[in-house]
């Protein structure tokens, strides 16, 4: 699919360039053949009707071309015939002949055919006078300009085509990279949903053939343990899939972002107390952002439960929000426990990634990150992990208002 569509972004491009080259050559041709053309006949117009003599000429006739000669037919059929020397004019049938074609055109000017002689008509009381001129080397200048523009324009489609394959790359490369992210996130997900799904089917199968209540209660109790895993799971990619897609528009509103993590933080005090965990936060009042209040808390309660389940027993948490400018806000959360390698702190914010795999005993898919960071950017934030000092940190930073 992703080759299909860089061959069809290069013929787009290609025919998009090769029409704009034709138009461009095709106006620079037609403009200088006209040019041309309009000189040779303001040249050979200037021949015909030279300057009184008391007159002086407004330019010289350096454009006047070159060979020429003029040509009439006084009323007896006599041919008068004058030219610069560079013509014979001895073969009046020849002459003839141009006279009658010149005659019997109504264009004042015009191509002798099968000649190189370019017409002009001259209209006098003895009758109509013709100039004519050598058109030869208008002929091979215009040759050459051809030339030229068929040589210019295929280097460039050369060129550009070079420059479309790079393009090609560049423009399909978010495409290619969010086409690999479905495909590794449907792959992740149908592993994800594996286990849970083999539980329950084992379980439901050893159910049913066990008759001891006993027994079917502990299966019991299992497929339930595992639907709610699946669930969890379902709802997260769902979570994830509406913030990808867009389909659901939040609407932003200035709020309080310190009473908002005030607020978040209350559930998980009874949580914090029962593994023994010494929280502490510190809040700046009156921190504003211009946001989501739901998604901002949702975001609260990710790193909270993050710090909740990976901290160590009896170990410190730290929640941290303060100004970190005029215009900006940093929120922080510190657990004490292992300290996550360099290499993890790049992919922790990837979807299903569990450098830890204790997370699978935790009930977490390795999507909660992933969705605090898509709500983050959404919200025009930056989120990043530290781990320092015995304590993993993650920070949030929000522009205020």
């Not at 310190?258 to 965990?277: G, H, M, N, W």
């Amino acid at each position: 699919m992703l080759k299909k569509l860089r061959i069809k972004f290069i013929c787009i491009f290609m025919v998009t360039v090769t029409v704009m080259l034709g138009i461009i050559l095709g106006t620079v041709i037609t403009l200088t053949h006209k040019n041309i053309e309009q000189q040779n006949i303001s040249a050979m117009r200037d021949i015909a009707m030279p300057p009184k003599p008391h007159n002086k000429p407004e330019k010289e006739f350096e454009h006047i071309p070159k060979p020429h000669f003029s040509l009439l037919i006084t009323p007896d059929g006599e041919f008068i015939a004058e030219d610069n020397g560079m013509f014979d004019l001895s073969d009046e049938e020849y002459l003839n002949s141009l006279f009658e074609y010149a005659e019997s055109r109504d264009e004042e000017t015009g191509i002798v055919p099968d000649t190189s002689l370019r017409y002009f008509r001259n209209r006098t009381p003895m009758g109509n006078s013709y100039i004519f001129t050598d058109v030869s080397a208008e002929a091979d200048m215009l040759e050459s300009l051809y030339r030229t523009c068929v040589i210019i324009g295929l280097s460039a489609l050369l060129l550009f085509f070079v420059i479309s394959i790079f393009l090609a790359k560049w423009t399909v490369k978010p495409v290619e990279e969010a086409w690999y992210k479905q495909k590794q996130f449907i792959a992740d997900a149908s592993h994800e949903l594996k286990t849970p799904l083999t539980v329950i089917t084992t379980n439901a199968e050893l159910m049913k053939s066990e008759s001891s209540e006993e027994s079917k209660a502990k299966f019991t109790d299992n497929i339930l343990t595992m639907s709610k895993q699946m669930r969890g799971l379902v709802e997260s990619m769902l979570e994830i899939a509406r913030l990808d897609n867009g389909s659901v528009r939040k609407e932003f509103a200035v709020f309080n972002l310190s009473e908002t993590v005030s607020d978040a933080i209350l559930p998980f005090e009874a949580l914090f107390y029962e593994k023994e965990q010494i929280f502490t936060s510190e809040i700046e009042p009156d921190i504003r952002i211009n946001g989501n209040v739901e998604q901002i808390k949702q975001v609260v309660d990710i790193l909270l439960d993050n710090a909740n389940k990976y901290a160590s027993e009896k170990s410190e948490i730290k929640l941290i929000l303060k100004k970190q400018s005029r215009n900006q806000c940093r929120l922080s959360v510190s657990d004490e426990g292992e300290a996550i390698p360099e290499e993890e702190l790049k992919n922790i914010f990837k979807r299903f990634y569990r450098g830890d795999k204790t997370r699978q005993m935790n009930n977490s898919y390795g999507l909660g990150l992933s969705i605090a960071e898509s709500i983050v950017i959404e919200h025009s934030g930056k989120i990043f992990a530290e781990s320092k000092n015995g304590f993993n940190t993650f920070i949030v930073q929000f522009h205020i208002v």
